[in-house]
T-cell receptor, first 114, second 114 residues
Framework: AQSVTQLDSQVPVFEEAPVELRCNYS??????LFWYVQYPNQGLQLLLK??????LVKGINGFEAEFNKSQTSFHLRKPSVHISDTAEYFC????????????FGIGTKLQVIP | KAGVTQTPRYLIKTRGQQVTLSCSPI?????VSWYQQTPGQGLQFLFE???????NKGNFPGRFSGRQFSNSRSEMNVSTLELGDSALYLC?????????????FGEGSRLTVL
């Protein structure tokens, strides 16, 4: 069975500083990986996804993530955060074969400090 | 293109009552998934429907049920409500094929059980 671990429940960071949100997954097969963002009182929206190919994936709002198969990680990074990046971020995984459900981590709250 | 629509957005019920939540997916999307979101638990998978058939089911008691109609709209029902059922219930639709697992979320239905 697949699972996702987000190692930090909250990450405070000063505006214009870099940030990394960590995500590790476990699965016995090849996977698709996702990062979603949730702003207050809204649903989730996709930031970026890894399906295959290049392990460095670029997404919206200047975010990027790197798929590391040997370390089973998919950490999210941004070189310079803005106040508007304050939100909750969810890492998600899905086995690539068949009709498998998408499993989410518990989320990381990013708080950008002015 | 209209997004995923969930109704109602907010509702308050008392213990023992039942509730029905509705989800209209993006036009052309035939897969609908439901998640329960609570603080500290992240998103917990409830079930997924495709072409009116339940394809996956999470580890929730039988009080939680769902269905999908021929127009891909979906409903979920919770009977005999408990205080612990208070949560944000999120619906997500996806386009198949391809079955990459990318989900498009509604804004959710926030249920409060008193």
């Amino acid at each position: 069975a697949q699972s996702v671990t987000q190692l930090d429940s909250q990450v405070p960071v000063f505006e214009e500083a870099p940030v990394e949100l960590r995500c590790n997954y476990s699965s016995s097969v090849s996977v698709y990986l996702f990062w979603y963002v949730q702003y207050p009182n809204q649903g989730l929206q996709l930031l970026l996804k890894y399906l295959s190919g290049s392990t460095l994936v670029k997404g919206i709002n200047g975010f990027e993530a790197e798929f590391n198969k040997s370390q089973t990680s998919f950490h999210l990074r941004k070189p310079s955060v803005h106040i508007s990046d304050t939100a909750e971020y969810f890492c998600a995984v899905r086995d690539s074969g068949g009709y498998q459900k998408v499993t989410f981590g518990i989320g990381t709250k990013l708080q950008v400090i002015p | 293109k209209a997004g995923v629509t969930q109704t109602p957005r907010y509702l308050i019920k008392t213990r023992g009552q039942q509730v029905t939540l509705s989800c209209s997916p993006i036009s052309g999307h035939r897969s609908v998934s439901w998640y329960q979101q609570t603080p500290g638990q992240g998103l917990q998978f409830l079930f997924e429907y495709f072409s009116e058939t339940q394809r996956n089911k999470g580890n929730f008691p039988g009080r939680f049920s769902g269905r999908q109609f021929s127009n891909s709209r979906s409903e979920m029902n919770v009977s005999t409500l408990e205080l612990g059922d208070s949560a944000l219930y999120l619906c997500a639709s996806s386009l198949e094929p391809p079955n990459t697992g990318e989900l498009f979320f509604g804004e959710g239905s926030r249920l409060t059980v008193l």
